[in-house]
């Protein structure tokens, strides 16, 4: 298949940067950065596809270190690099990219039909119970 149209590549400052492929050594490197990024992954992605534009925007105090931290892992260079160099809308496209190119949507829709009913009522459970505590 082709990527007619899509874009391999931003610029994130000066510095060309592949849209990654989101592999398992990827995806332990965000599931293994301690903070609050992983809390902030989890709401994103329990929210509607629909309302992720206004949970960014409502909680953007928070998200900005995190769309850089973020970037920093999956792109590789370093977070002093992009304080310095590289805009908002450089991380968010390059974030957005990155997400499309990996289908992210798709493959939260296959995991959820993975997890039996239960195990789903467990973790909308402990979903409410960290939303009280944020209260």
């Not at 629909?50 to 270190?65: E, G, K, W």
């Not at 968010?92 to 997400?99: A, S």
């Not at 959820?112 to 119970?129: D, H, T, Y």
Request: charged share 25%.
């Amino acid at each position: 298949m082709f990527n007619l149209g899509k874009k391999e590549h931003v610029m994130l400052g000066s510095k060309r940067v592949m849209i990654p492929k989101l592999t398992r050594n990827r995806l332990k490197k965000l599931t293994d950065h301690i903070g609050t990024i992983g809390d902030y992954l989890v709401k994103l992605f329990l929210t509607p596809e629909n309302d992720r534009a206004v949970f960014i925007v409502a909680a953007a105090d928070v998200t900005i270190d995190e769309i850089y931290e973020l970037t920093s892992l999956l792109s590789d260079l370093p977070l002093e690099y992009l304080d310095e160099h590289a805009a908002l809308g450089e991380c968010t496209e390059f974030l957005r990219l990155t997400w499309e190119k990996n289908d992210m949507n798709e493959a939260l829709k296959n995991l959820n039909g993975l997890i039996p009913p239960i195990a789903q009522q467990f973790i909308q459970s402990i979903v409410k119970r960290m939303d009280r505590a944020d209260v």
